[in-house]
Structures are given as C-alpha cells and as structure tokens.
C-alpha cells in the first residue's frame, strides 16, 4: 500500500472513530475531538514532542476568529432579542410574507445579510430571528433555520467579494462583474432547493426535542407591541456591521493602498470591528433607548454567553483536528487522488475543492487551495474562468461533518443531535454542492 493511500484510508477511519465516539459513546465532542486528533497525529508519524504544538495552533488560529466573532454577534443578538427587536422583524416579515412562507422570507434575508459578511457572523446575527419566527409561527427551528443557512452557505462559497472567491477569482483571472453575475444565476436556484424546498421535506422526517438553551437566551423576553423598536431602527442596527464589512472590502475606492484612510477603513470593516460597532450602536438602540439600565444590558450580556462556552471550544478542536490532517500530509494526499482522475476542468475544479473540503473542513482553505493548484491546468484552455470560480466555490461547501465549524454552530444552536446534523445541515451543505455544480455545467453549455 502506498503511502498516500495509507493516509487517506486513516483519514477516514479517523472521521469514523470520531463519529462513533460521539454517537455511539456519547463522549463530549470537545474531548472526542482531542482524543481523535492527536491519536491521528501519532499514528500518521508526526513528531510527538511537535503533535500539540501542531493541534494547539489549529485551534488557536480558529479561535482567535471564531470566539471573538460568536461572542460579539451573541451579545448583540440578546440585546435584540430583550429589547423586542427580533420580536418586530418576525411580525414584518411574517406580515410581508404569511405565516406559510416565513421559511422563503429567511432565505431571502439570508441571501442579502450574507453578501459582504463571513458566515459565522451572518450566523450569529440571524439565529435570533429565526428563533423568534419559528416561536410566533409555530413552525419548526429546521423549516425556519435551514433556509436561512442555505442562504449564508451559498453566498459564503460563490460570490464574491467572500475572501475565497476573491482568491478564486485572481487565480483563474475571472472578470469579477461576471462572476458575481453567473453566481446570482447559479446561486439563487440553489439556495432555493438547498434550502425551502429541502426544509420542507425534512422537517416532515426529523423532530428536534428537548430544551435549546440558545433558543431560551435569545427569545426569552415578552414585549408588548406598543413596546417594539420600531422596524427601520432595528433593521438598521442590524446592517451597521454588514455595511461596515462592505465598505472595507471596498477600500481600494476609496484612498490608495497603503494609505492612512484605506487602512482605516479596511479596520472598520474586519468582523470583529464591525460587530464591535453594532453592538456599540444596540446599546442604545436596544439598550438605552428602551429603557434598560446599565446593570440590566451588563446582565443580558453576561446570561447569553454562558451556551457559547462549550460551541467555541468545540469549533477550536474541530479547528485542530483539520490542523492535523493537514500537517500529517493527509490533505495533500486527497487532493493528489483527486489530480490523477482525468475528468473535464470544472469537475476537476469541483472535485479538487471537494477533497480539500472534506479533509480540512474549511470552505475558505479549499477554495483557495484548489483554485491554486487547478489554475495552471486552467490557462489557455478556452474553459470560462468565471465558471471555473463557480466550480471550485461548490466543491469547497460538499459534505460538511465533524472537522467543520459550520457544523457545530449549527448543531448546537437548533438543538440537534450528531445523526440529526448529518441529515440536516450536511444533507443541505451536500445538495448546495451538487445542484451548483450542475447549474455551472448547464450554463457552460449554454455560454
């Protein structure tokens, strides 16, 4: 057995070993994934005095971005939720849309808050929408929330100006304006399908039990609708840090790189800032304004990050154990499987980000990844580059599972069990993949 089959055969008896783990076992996913990683490590052969150091720097580096951005859009979301203010987007929307079709309204909301933003934030600053929707409704946390996770997905993996397809977009030499034009013609179907249409299937299939303690932070206060903020007020609270994370994609507009003003703005639009500054603005428009005091908005944000603790100590392990696959050369193999099969270009494309995806966990890493190594191959070709990006971008969200972030944010926010988010958000990450995939060779075809 070659060396490179070795390591794609214990990559995958390692993802197995984690799932039974957790499912079988019921082991905490935190310490399942620690245990996992670094028995991974030792036996792909990497060094034992390095194997922590290694894992440890996964983690760190997720971390770093995960918990600030978790933690802000929390906080942000349980004032919104005390003061009333996702109590009177879901009576708009439901107003706007009806009660049977609140789950197409929150893939629509979904679609637009996603465009400038990664999709942890664009996460964390609609589940307590979703969760004040689906309580007024009636209708289940997946027929509401999976929508609305399609829509983030979709954006996050296709269109620009998402870091990834930015990067994407410089390797093939795509025309950006084209590539955002044939992602809204691919993306849009597919989030569709991915999402409303495959929500209302499932959720005929999958019950969520059990308390949420998510669900109680973010919906528990009652208010009178005399009381609400008013729409416009709350809607625009919610958007100050998507315009924010706009603008600073758009710098380069606006002053010279490198300049004093182009580096201010690129600060105010990093997520972190971004968030920072919304939650700043709630204090007073979901704070002050509606009559909490400092002790009491000091309370809220204290109660609502007690149920982020363990989810951003899990995406950390996720976060290293995609670390060590990586290190372990395991990725590198998957990928070189993937080279060797010869297939049309954007299925390479495709497959190439999809391999990465499935060994690294990230979306982001495979995206740009596979755009690296699939470029060379690409030029003169006569294959569209614009649809090379829309290939690659669909590879990279495929088969989201236990080394993913996106994963357990889910998992842990609508309630589910391990096997309920494997049929749910790892069903919805895998038909985005496929139905993108194909809408790209159909409008190759007609190109």
């Not at 008896?13 to 905490?28: H, M």
């Not at 893939?107 to 637009?112: E, G, H, I, N, V």
């Not at 983030?152 to 795509?174: D, E, F, R």
Request: charged share 10%; glycine share 12%.
């Amino acid at each position: 057995m070659s060396r490179e089959v070795f390591l794609v055969l214990l990559g995958l008896a390692s993802v197995g070993g984690l799932i039974f783990l957790i499912a079988r076992l019921k082991l905490n996913p935190f310490i399942a994934l620690l245990v996992t990683s670094l028995a991974l490590g030792a036996s792909a052969g990497l060094p034992l005095d390095k194997l922590l150091v290694i894992y440890e720097a996964g983690v760190g580096n997720a971390l770093g971005h995960i918990a600030l951005v978790v933690g802000l859009g929390t906080m942000m979301g349980k004032l919104m939720a005390e003061s009333g203010g996702a109590e009177r987007i879901a009576q708009t929307m439901i107003g706007w849309f009806g009660p049977a079709r609140v789950h197409w309204a929150m893939m629509a909301a979904a679609f637009l808050v996603g465009l400038p933003v990664f999709f942890e934030v664009g996460f964390v600053l609609l589940m307590p929408i979703v969760f004040t929707v689906a309580m007024r409704t009636g209708t289940s946390i997946l027929k509401v929330g999976l929508p609305m996770v399609a829509g983030l997905s979709v954006v996050h993996g296709l269109i620009p100006p998402h870091p990834a397809a930015l990067l994407a977009v410089g390797a093939y030499k795509a025309d950006i304006g084209l590539t955002v034009l044939y992602a809204l013609i691919v993306g849009i179907p597919t989030a569709a399908l991915a999402g409303p249409v495959f929500a209302t299937l499932i959720d005929r299939h999958v019950t969520v039990d059990g308390v949420n303690p998510m669900a109680e932070a973010l919906t528990e206060r009652k208010v009178d609708s005399r009381e609400l903020p008013g729409f416009g007020i709350t809607v625009a609270t919610i958007l100050l840090p998507v315009a924010l994370m706009l603008i600073g994609s758009w710098a380069d507009l606006f002053a010279a790189r490198g300049s004093l003003v182009n580096d201010a703005i690129r600060f105010s639009g990093h997520p972190v800032t971004a968030l920072l500054a919304g939650l700043l603005l709630s204090f007073v428009t979901f704070g002050s304004a509606r009559g909490f005091d400092r002790e009491s908005i000091g309370r809220f944000l204290e109660d609502c990050l007690a149920p982020t603790a363990l989810i951003t100590l899990i995406v950390g392990a996720g976060a290293g154990f995609g670390k060590i696959l990586m290190e372990a050369g395991i990725s590198t193999s998957v990928v070189g499987m993937a080279q060797s099969v010869e297939v049309p270009l954007l299925v390479l494309a495709w497959l190439v980000a999809a391999m990465m995806r499935i060994a690294t966990g990230s979306a982001t890493v495979a995206m740009a990844t596979a755009a690296g190594i699939v470029a060379p191959v690409a030029a003169g070709s006569g294959v569209s580059p614009e649809l090379l990006v829309l290939a690659t971008g669909a590879g990279s969200l495929i088969l989201s599972h236990v080394n993913d972030g996106g994963f357990w944010l889910v998992k842990t926010y609508f309630g589910l069990t391990l096997s309920q988010t494997f049929k749910t958000w790892t069903v919805c990450e895998t038909l985005i993949s496929i139905v993108a995939l194909l809408l790209t060779l159909a409008l190759s075809a007609v190109l």
